[in-house]
């Protein structure tokens, strides 16, 4: 029988540790090393796809030569504030007072440039406007991601990634056709670019030449940004006799006793009928006979138009009832609480908004 000395299994114990500790380096340097290979067989196929799709190759080199995964993309793209943020706190910070005296002196400045697009697009000044100011602050936010960094990321990352391989073929065709320079292709961490933050896909379908300089410029036309935002709006089923919707008070238990699935109400349009989550549509007089109030405590507005309603946060007794625009603000963006705060933001702004172009809205104030 062999014995071993407790000294000799602390030396083992030892020459171990430093096999393992003298082997990390290279271990992590292999663990970093298998996704940049995977990554680059990636981006190769990719390429070859573009090429097949007509995208020179000049246009490859350029923009995706030094193109690389952000990390803190998918970190973003894991924590919106959609959805972590409760009602109150997204409101409050996206409908601020800032927001709100710019917006008014936006339309001093602007007012041109927002009745123009409003008058062809058939879409009231005040919702372009808010639209303007919830993406980009009327324009002063910096954008700072390379698109085609930020597509890469989100198309090479699983969870959406057949969209946003989409979205990266088309800001590859944007600059190949020249729209933009690879030094102008900056924007959010999803790669929505320019001013009204389209992404890539949205540019070459809705964006708009309202200037007449032969492409559309929604990095620095202010025409073409405003008149881009209406032309998107319009083109998903805007309806310019209507707003979007109003802030209401619940009866009591009402969090609980007004939900309902979709199939209950009436039939949506076209352009509300995925938003299931929204709940039934139903006559503003069938909300009034279920108890839904203004916050003031008045009756509803007597008018014949279907609204689904929106609960806020749990314990808050309130809600909003929303209309069909509501539902072309959500093809903006698929939040709920992002188009209630384009909604609320274009209420403060409607009285600097020069409406005469439109036919008033039909719902009574």
Known sequence: MTFFRLGDGLKIINLLLCVVILSAPA??????AEPDADFHIWLNDL??????KGIRQETLDAALSNVKILK????????????????????QQRVSDWRKDKGQQVFKRYGLELNAASK??????HFIAAIWGIET????????YSVFDALATLAYDPRRAKRFRGELFAALEIMDKGYASYDLLKGSWAGAMGQPQFMPVNYLKYAVDMDGNDYPDIWHSKADILGSIANYLNAHGWRSDQTWGRKVRLPTGGESTLKAPQNEGLAPEKQCASFKSLGPWRDIADWQALGVRRMNGGDLPQAGIPAALILADDGDNEGYLVYYNFCAIMRYNPSFKYALSVGLLSDALKDAANLSTLTKPSLPE
């Open 27 to 32: 271990l992590s340097q292999m663990s970093h």
């Open 47 to 52: 390429k070859t796809e573009a090429l097949t």
């Open 72 to 91: 803190r993309v998918i970190q973003k793209d894991r924590n919106q504030p959609e959805v972590k943020q409760t009602y109150a706190q997204y409101l």
């Open 120 to 125: 062809k697009y058939g879409v009231q000044p």
């Open 137 to 144: 602050n009327y324009g002063t936010v910096p954008l700072t």
